[in-house]
Every structure is written in C-alpha cells, then in structure tokens.
C-alpha cells in the first residue's frame, strides 16, 4: 500500500523559488528512480526532474540551472529556483519500482504569477 505524500506546492512571483517535497510511505523498499512531472493546462504532462537509487539525474533542459533534484531512500525534493510562468501547472512525484511500474502522487499546485 505504497502512496506519495506531496507538499510545498503554491504561489510565486517570478523569480521566486519553492521546494515541494515527496515522501513514500508503507514501503520498506526502494524506487529505482524518483522524482517530478509536470502538467500545465492544456498541456500533456513532461519530465521535470528524476534521479535513480544510484544518484544518476535527468533533468528537463526547460528547467536547467534553475532546478535541483534531490534524494534520501524513499523521499525526494525539488528545489525550484528563478522561477517562470511556464513553470506552472500541477507537479506530480513518481516512483519506478524495480519491475518498472509508476507510482504516482496525487500532484502539487504550482502557480507563478505576478
């Protein structure tokens, strides 16, 4: 009964800066990878950041230098800094297991706006 608690989602002025957070729970096991998709209105959900159990990232080129990605066993963060408005939308954390399957959160709000 594994399940993703998110948080840190909300509302910023450009340039500002969040940290949303994901953290596994009812699992004594470990994601092969982790991290963070995005969907914003209209728009098909994309790769934000992932890391492996290995400490090996994927980041999306839209979100370089200003992204950070990190990890502690079954908990991931996302620091999201100088952000855009195109950086809006609903941030959604996910989890490989081993057999490749996708556990996702429920989503965070991500609002950037003046």
């Known amino acids: 009964q594994v399940q993703f608690v998110e948080s840190g989602g909300g509302l910023v002025q450009p340039g500002g800066s969040l940290r949303l957070t994901c953290a596994a729970s009812?699992?004594?096991?470990?994601?092969?990878?982790m991290g963070w998709h995005r969907q914003a209105p209209g728009r098909q959900r994309e790769l934000v950041a992932t890391?492996?159990?290995?400490?090996r990232t994927n980041i999306a080129d839209s979100v370089k230098g200003r992204f950070t990605i990190s990890r502690d066993k079954n908990s991931v963060a996302l620091q999201m800094n100088s952000l855009k408005p195109e950086d809006a939308g609903v941030y959604y954390c996910?989890?490989?297991?081993?057999?490749?399957?996708?556990?996702w959160g429920q989503g965070t709000q991500v609002t950037v706006s003046s």
């Open positions: 996910i989890g490989l297991t081993g057999l490749g399957a996708p556990i």
């Open positions: 890391v492996t159990d290995g400490g």
């Open positions: 009812g699992t004594n096991g470990n994601f092969a990878s």
